[in-house]
């Protein structure tokens, strides 16, 4: 798939939608406005959009518990978002998820997950379904360097070669398992090549270069859709915030996220990139910013004014009363 | 109307069903069995003979071998119930749920909830539970209060083939996720079972038994020792009502509540051990919604809080059987405040 200036244009407003849809996340929490947990994606924009690039409304996606980048991404709903996380009626889970658990099936996104590779064995499962129904979706696992180091998602990997199945296993290695690094738990420090020991083609990609995780996925989308399997993709990236909202982050060097916003910014890389080459115009792009400054505010204000789930909630959706 | 096995009965379901419904797939280890070897395929038909045959007429698409790996064996029918498949999913032995417990407790579970109701996960797990064959402490367990304990799955413990099959299709055609809890030592009991597919609903008990001096409450091949303590205790003049629950989640209360409002006593049996288990979770039950029709505490006879042992004899004594029933039977229909 060549990208044309909408394409362009659309991976450019999803990466900047996850940007400012973060950092308002980060001020509303603050605020008191979120109850519980929320993990920011602020800093690998460029991954969720590369691979979700490739995806349509059929394929299906998992996700982590830092999951807003890629429900956004996947083409969930940003308001209903919103109030999901403000634990609101009207939320895409009716407020019975939260931030951790947001899914749209609707989307094909099978679920933020609280469990650290819950998520692998999910996507073999839709892998399944779309190899038996002869659907030719895919079905992208999206876990990190922590969730590589669990044994479902090695028994996944396994089980998607042994089936052959259309699954992609990408791995978002942003250097930190919670309070740990990626050079500590890793033990062979190579995710990739560890994927590629279960039999499937493996690459590691640039995650701060939306051009390199967009190509790595094409390639990957196709052995897929054409029957040759799954595939990994270990994409090196850096999250701007720390494991959670509220991480003091003592763990991390001094200067070091600082240098990382300078240094490591996905969005403006993408910003350079396509203003160098002539391909979108300075002017276009902030017409972007200012309808996703407008959206996200409209979502906050939707998600302020909306009232609780009805307590009758708390009894629906579930099979047994007792 | 032919006698058939419970092996037979459940082989007759499934294959009923994936003729019915394209959808419908089994997956699992040694499901059809022999794949990459130098003999055949269907070398097993899982191991107790269930799903022999099936891949002869459904193809190796819809009769799923996979390595040894339950997590990922769970975890991929879960995400295959949510994307569309009615995937049945054989976990051998359910002492094996402590590998892949998140995938059903975490996962499939709460996937319905947890989405506000935008998902459905028609997802049956079948799973062998008991003691019996001297096992031991990994292969002979019944974990069904395990899940039972779960909201969000469906439990079934079905005590014979006609139940057998008409629970399994119901679980089948179930839009949720479905424990289904074989006792391995059942699998050649022969009851009448009709040829043509059928539904028994979750939450309908079955009164095995009429009687109005105590109501015994049985589970599995607890059924069938109630039934032989009942048939001496008849002969003492002592007539016991069974119930045999059929699914655990949903549990029929009503049926309970009914049979000890009449009789005012109750022995529950569950060859699992006794701690937060159902044989517990019955009698708060009865205690709460029945206290004034109480004639005598609860009974219950269960295994000990041990693990499951491995000497025969030490089996033997673990397993509740009809000499211990008919025993707490007695006792309380000879109390008296």
Known sequence: MQLNREALLKAYRDMVTIRRFEERVQDEFSKGHIPGFVHLYAGQEASAVGVCSHLGSGDYIASTHRGHGHSIAKGCDVVGMMLELFAKKGGLCGGKGGSMHIADLDHGMLGANGIVGGGPPLVVGAALTAKTLRTGNVAVCFTGDGGSNQGTTFEAMNLAVVLKLPAIFVFENNGYGEYT????????????????????PAVKVDGDDFFAVYEAMREATERARNGDGPSA?????????????????????????????????????????????????????????????????????????????????????????? | ???????????????????????????????????????????????????????????????????????????????????????????????????????????????????GGKARTPLVIRTMVGA??????????????????????????????????????????????????????????????????????????????DGDDVTIVALARMVHYADEAAERLAREGIDCEIIDPRTTSPLDEDTILDSVARTGRLVVVDEATPRCNMATDIAALVAEKAFSALKAPIHRVTAPHTPVPFAPGLEKLYIPDADRIAAAVRDVHGYAR
């Not at chain 1, 690094?181 to 499937?200: K, T």
């Not at chain 1, 276009?284 to 009232?307: G, M, R, S, Y």
């Not at chain 2, 005590?159 to 057998?164: G, K, L, M, T, V």
């Open chain 1, 181 to 200: 690094g990626a050079e500590y738990a890793v033990g062979s420090r190579d995710i990739a090549g560890r994927s590629a020991g279960f039999g499937m």
């Open chain 1, 233 to 322: 993709i270990e994409v090196s990236t850096c999250r701007f915030y720390g494991h959670h909202s509220g991480d003091a982050q003592l763990y991390r060097g001094k200067d070091e996220v600082r240098k990382l916003r300078e240094e490591r910014d996905c969005l403006q890389n993408f910003r350079r990139r396509v203003t160098d080459a002539r391909l979108l115009e300075t002017r276009e792009l902030d017409a972007v910013d200012a309808e996703v400054a407008a959206l996200i505010d409209q979502a906050v204000a939707a998600a302020l004014a909306a009232p609780a789930p009805e307590p009758e909630t708390l009894l629906t959706d579930v099979y047994v009363a007792y």
């Open chain 2, 1 to 115: 109307m032919a006698q058939k096995t419970i092996r037979q009965a459940l082989h007759e379901a499934l294959a009923q069903e994936m003729r019915r419904d394209p959808r419908v797939v089994i997956i699992g280890e040694d499901v059809s069995g022999g794949a990459g070897t130098a003999g055949g395929r269907d070398a097993a038909g899982g191991v107790l003979g269930v799903t022999k045959g099936l891949i002869t007429e459904f193809g190796e698409g819809r009769i799923i071998d996979t390595p040894i790996t339950e997590s990922a064996i769970m975890g991929a029918a879960a995400g295959a119930a949510v994307t569309g498949l009615r995937p049945v999913a054989e976990l051998m032995f359910s002492d094996f749920l402590g590998v892949c417990f998140d995938q059903i407790y975490n996962q499939a579970a709460k996937f319905r909830y947890m989405f």
């Open chain 2, 132 to 209: 019996g064959r001297s096992a031991a402490a990994q292969h002979s367990q019944s974990p069904y209060g395990i899940f039972t304990s779960v909201p969000g799955l469906k439990v079934v413990v079905p005590s014979n083939a006609y139940d057998a099959k008409g629970l399994l299709i119901q679980a089948i055609r179930d839009d949720d996720p479905v424990v289904f809890c074989e006792h391995k030592l059942m699998y050649d009991l022969k009851t009448e079972v009709p040829d043509e597919a059928y539904t028994i609903p979750f939450g309908e008990a079955n009164i095995v038994r």
